[in-house]
């Protein structure tokens, strides 16, 4: 099936594409709204091409590097490395983003690199000093 027109397709047609990824039972369904609500986020800095992604949540924005893989989120530390799930609806939702291309795609200067990585290690430090 080919979809023209992404904004269209209802959240049933674009789930059925990603069903292969229904077996993470509470992830899928978040998963799935986060991609269709633009949340999974790819900041590409330019001139060098690094990309960091994000995920926004309902704790705000997560680090995610997928290639390790790895998210800055509670359920990633406690529930992932704790052993109880295979992954935390983030790196699922990045990899539906990714299948689906589906990123919110932000385009920044490599001048901006230093700037936007303190401000996400702080937003980041910053909710767990407030208990979020």
Do not use: W
């Amino acid at each position: 099936m080919i979809i023209l027109d992404p904004s269209r397709e209802t959240k049933e047609e674009f789930a059925s594409r990603f069903a292969h990824y229904s077996k993470f039972l509470g992830q899928f369904n978040r998963a799935i709204d986060t991609v269709m609500n633009g949340c999974v986020k790819m900041h590409v800095f330019s001139p060098s091409g690094r990309v960091i992604y994000t995920v926004v949540g309902r704790s705000g924005e997560e680090f995610i590097d997928p290639l390790k893989p790895f998210c800055s989120c509670k359920n990633f530390f406690f529930g992932v490395l704790g052993g109880r799930n295979q992954t935390c609806y983030h790196l699922l939702s990045y990899e539906v983003a990714k299948e689906s291309d589906r990123f919110d795609k932000i385009s920044l200067h490599d001048e901006e690199f230093e700037s936007f990585t303190k401000f996400l290690v702080h937003d980041l430090t910053d909710r767990e000093d407030r208990g979020v």
